[in-house]
Nanobody
Framework: QVQLVESGGGLVQAGGSLRLSCAASGRTLRRYVMCWFRQAPGKEREFVGSIQWSGGGAHYVDSVKGRFFISIDNAKNQVSVQMNSLKPEDTAVYYC?????????????????WGQGTQVTVSS
């Protein structure tokens, strides 16, 4: 069993920054790829990026590449995403997730555990 708890959401103006954190726990935690997803109102949940506990760098979808940066702290069992140059279209509930996949791009079907989500609102 894996538990994921996000924090750090809020309201920010366009062009601003936010940092989300995910406190992770569980005996089997290191087996999983850690991901961030987001879901805007009326839209499907979409993959944002992923990272592995073993390192090797993070991967991102094109819409956030160069603006979002995912990092992992093995000592604290924490996964974070630094979000810069935020746009109104980044407004969504952001979810930390753990799953298995054949490559870095993860689908919701490949996720075994979800956090409760944290709201990010970007005003124009």
């Amino acid at each position: 069993q894996v538990q994921l708890v996000e924090s750090g959401g809020g309201l920010v103006q366009a062009g601003g920054s936010l940092r989300l954190s995910c406190a992770a726990s569980g005996r089997t935690l290191r087996r999983y790829v850690m991901c961030w997803f987001r879901q805007a109102p009326g839209k499907e949940r979409e993959f944002v990026g992923s990272i592995q506990w073993s390192g090797g760098g993070a991967h991102y979808v094109d819409s956030v590449k160069g603006r979002f940066f995912i990092s992992i702290d093995n000592a604290k069992n924490q996964v974070s995403v630094q979000m810069n140059s935020l746009k109104p279209e980044d407004t969504a509930v952001y979810y930390c997730a753990a799953g298995y996949g054949s490559n870095w791009f993860m689908t919701t079907a490949e996720i075994d555990y979800w956090g409760q989500g944290t709201q990010v609102t970007v005003s124009s």
